[in-house]
């Protein structure tokens, strides 16, 4: 199983440094490093939800009702995709995608990895970008993780998790993970009002910039 930046899907930090302000040298993070978060290897089950809002006003004696435009919405959303771990090293990428997904639904607190300025305790959990499926579908959309939620089958062959250095670790992953999250759009009000039109985003310019 090849990891690249060209997988159908990816849900990382904003940037690299971001990644490490978070993890710092953490070890158990090492195989995401190179790509500040998840490279999905296979194809993630997406569900997807466009959203225009309405009132309706029904005067009396009608047989009609009339909507009234309130706002649209692309509403959050939800994406499986699946790890396996036949290698010691998809099972440490396996380990490191969990603790990636369990910890960016923290928020900082202190004596958290390299945190220790007060302007940053009390911050809420990272600003993420999720892509899948090309430029023109989803690309950089920045989101924050909602929920993470699996089921761990007591009836999976597992895998013990080998350090790299060749040491037995007490730590065992599944040969086949489901993960899911669950991904709300986090979009920064300052940044639309300065980017966005309608007429760019239909003429397609705004998709692979990370609005949808």
């Excluded at 490279?39 to 004696?61: K, V």
């Excluded at 706002?71 to 995608?97: D, G, H, I």
Aim: proline share 6%.
């Amino acid at each position: 199983m090849a990891y690249s930046t060209s997988a159908k899907g990816k849900l990382t930090t904003k940037t690299g440094s971001a990644f490490t302000e978070i993890f710092g040298d953490a070890e158990i993070v090492k195989p995401l490093r190179e790509f500040n978060g998840i490279i999905m290897p296979y194809n993630p089950l997406l569900n997807i939800q466009y959203d225009a809002n309405y009132s309706t006003q029904s005067p009396l004696h009608s047989n009609f009702q009339y909507p009234f435009y309130q706002n649209s919405a692309f509403a959050p959303f939800t994406a499986s995709f699946v790890l396996t771990s036949n290698t010691q090293k998809e099972a440490r990428y396996t380990l490191a995608c969990h603790h990636f997904l369990r910890t960016c639904t923290k928020m900082v607190q202190a004596g958290s990895t390299d945190f220790s300025a007060n302007s940053k305790i009390g911050a809420p959990p990272p600003v993420l970008k999720f892509s899948a499926y090309g430029d023109q579908m989803y690309k950089d959309i920045p989101v924050v993780l909602q929920s993470y939620n699996f089921t761990m089958e007591n009836d999976k062959i597992m895998i013990n998790v080998i350090n790299e250095d060749g040491q037995k670790s007490d730590v065992y992953v599944p040969v086949e993970w489901t993960m899911i999250v669950s991904l709300m759009p986090a979009y920064n009000p300052r940044e639309n009002r300065k980017k966005f039109s309608t007429a760019d985003y239909a003429n397609g310019k705004l998709i692979s910039g990370g609005y949808q």
